[in-house]
């Protein structure tokens, strides 16, 4: 049977790890890291309560090790499979470790509107898009409405400003609120700094009462996509 992979962390948690999907959770020794997996004949159907579960299990595991990289929802591999994934890929793995040690995200959104988090990531206000991705259909978005204002427009567009035109549609600036918000907060916050990181992030949301914040959560925005 093949394993349902949650996560890959930096050290063994020191006790049990308790239930993922439908089964025990269990540790299995990767190169590079320790791979938080179930035992599973099938992909979870994508749906409200598998996500939550899978979510549930990677924040109470999080809490329990100094390093986290959430891995995809629904990666099922077989166990040659997920070593031959991680195989010689230890330098970037111990990377983006070091990367989110002792850290973790919050995620901010703007009320009202189509919004940007913090890391740069759109979302639309209906909760639709997550804030962990999504970029890719963002993208495309932005230069189709970019193609679509170029055949609008009365005036003809050379093809250097039909291209920039299409690069600034595709990658937006961050709404004001958010770059403000930069210089204040940062997405990753070190444990020992969450309770100043409240502080702050309470006075950004008096300030600009259309921002909210969740968290604190894995990083999952941040963790790289080392099992593809």
Do not use: C
Request: hydrophobic share 40%.
């Amino acid at each position: 049977m093949a394993w349902y992979v949650f996560a890959l962390t930096d050290a063994a948690p020191p006790r049990r790890l308790g239930k993922g999907l439908a089964g025990v959770l269990s540790l299995r020794r990767v190169p590079g890291a320790y791979a938080l997996v179930e035992r599973r004949a099938d992909v979870p159907p994508i749906e409200l309560g598998a996500l939550r579960l899978h979510q549930d299990a990677v924040t109470r595991v999080a809490a329990l090790v100094p390093a986290i990289l959430p891995v995809r929802f629904g990666t099922l591999l077989e166990p040659h499979e997920l070593d031959e994934a991680l195989d010689e890929r230890e330098d970037e793995i111990e990377d983006a470790f070091a990367a989110v040690r002792n850290r973790v995200q919050f995620t901010w959104r703007i009320a009202g509107r189509a919004r940007q988090t913090e890391d740069g990531r759109r979302t639309t206000d209906d909760g639709g898009r997550k804030a962990d991705g999504g970029q890719g259909a963002d993208h495309a978005d932005g230069a189709r409405d970019a193609v679509q204002g170029a055949q609008a427009s009365p005036t003809p567009m050379s093809g250097a400003d039909y291209l920039r035109s299409a690069a600034r549609a595709a990658h937006p600036r961050p709404p004001a609120a958010f770059r403000g918000l930069r210089s204040t907060v940062g997405p990753l916050v070190d444990n020992s700094n969450i309770r100043r990181y409240r502080a702050s992030a309470d006075a950004a949301r008096q300030a600009s009462p259309l921002l909210t914040m969740t968290g604190p959560w894995p990083p999952f925005a941040f963790a790289p996509e080392v099992l593809r």
